[in-house]
């Protein structure tokens, strides 16, 4: 098993997973009481939003952090990453 790969963002990504979860979770609710499909379109726009954000911090910051601008490999990685992107 490799060893834990852990940057100084990973804490404030977390933490914003969390709340787009909890934000998530209260549109379930939403779902579930029948609240109007634009309202709950509304509230699905701001959760994938918020991950989307959460994925943009974390991609910048691998590539701030561990591509060394060398090598096929970190070529590869950065193209990689400009998918999910």
Known sequence: MSEP????SHTAIATRLKRAEGHLRRVIGMIEEGRPC???AT?????????????RALIH?????????G???????????TKLL
């Open 5 to 8: 790969h852990v940057h100084a």
């Open 38 to 40: 634009v309202e709950l």
């Open 43 to 55: 509230q699905l726009h701001a959760v994938e939003r918020a991950v989307a954000e959460a994925k």
């Open 61 to 69: 910051d691998h590539i701030d952090h561990c591509v060394t601008a």
């Open 71 to 81: 090598g096929d490999h970190d070529l590869a990685e950065i193209k990689a990453l």
